[in-house]
């Protein structure tokens, strides 16, 4: 497996609190992303990044903020948590952003209430 | 943007039977194509991938296809076991982050 750990795993958490997803790898991959998972939706991109400090937008980013202060470590933060971002949020890496493989952690489910 | 739509969004077949999922692309630039499967409660996992300079790909069980005139590619699963269940999804990319299809609930019954 790669190694992609994800924290928090589980999280319930109240509307308008603000909320960080950390996600840690060992594989020195210069791209990571994060995705969100919802029923019908299959896996949507939020944000990436391209290197230390370097991120772009997804489909889905409105809502949702990130920092990539070191290669081995993204964070996702939404500032002020909706109902709506109740997920199950992915982190990925990978060597390259075109034609490489994507290894995906195993996931953390938020629950905003 | 590239756009990916996955069929069937469930598939139910009983053990030892073969299934199919089929996807199409947009993006006549795509030339990478990954097939996940994600386990209930876990991430998704690179089960076979093809590139555009090859038509077939097989490994034991699967095996994946692609038209590129035609702009689809498909996965095929023979002899499926109750551990094939899962959540299959295909994706394409190129010179860009692949995007994601939305995913096929393969239902494989004792």
């Known amino acids: 497996d790669a190694g992609i750990t994800q924290s928090p795993r589980h999280k319930v958490t109240e509307t308008g609190t603000p909320v960080t997803l950390r996600c840690h790898q060992t594989?020195?991959?210069?791209?990571m992303y994060w995705y969100r998972q919802d029923p019908g939706h299959g896996l949507r991109l939020i944000h990436y990044?391209?290197?230390?400090?370097?991120?772009d937008k997804g489909e889905v980013s409105d809502g949702y903020s990130v920092s990539r202060s070191k290669t081995e470590d993204f964070l996702l933060t939404l500032e002020s948590a909706t109902s709506s971002q109740t997920s199950v949020y992915f982190c990925?890496?990978?060597?390259?952003?075109?034609?490489?493989?994507?290894?995906f952690g195993e996931g953390s489910w938020l629950t905003v209430v | 943007g590239e756009n990916v739509e996955q069929h069937p969004s469930t598939l139910s077949v009983q053990e030892g039977d073969s299934a199919v999922i089929k996807c199409t692309y947009s993006?006549?630039?795509?030339?990478?194509f990954p097939w996940y499967k994600q386990e209930l409660g876990k991430g998704p996992q690179l089960i076979i991938d093809?590139?555009?300079?090859?038509g077939e790909k097989k490994d034991q069980r699967i095996a994946v296809t692609l038209n590129k005139t035609a702009k689809h590619f498909s996965l095929h699963i023979t002899e499926t076991q109750p551990e094939d269940s899962a959540v299959y999804f295909c994706?394409?990319?190129?010179?860009?982050?692949?995007?994601f299809g939305r995913g096929t609930s393969l239902i494989v019954h004792p």
């Open positions: 990044s391209y290197g230390v400090k370097d991120t």
């Open positions: 990925a890496i990978s060597e390259s952003g075109s034609g490489n493989t994507i290894y």
């Open positions: 093809i590139r555009s300079n090859v």
């Open positions: 594989e020195n991959h210069r791209y």
């Open positions: 993006d006549s630039a795509s030339n990478y």
């Open positions: 994706a394409a990319g190129g010179s860009y982050i692949p995007t």
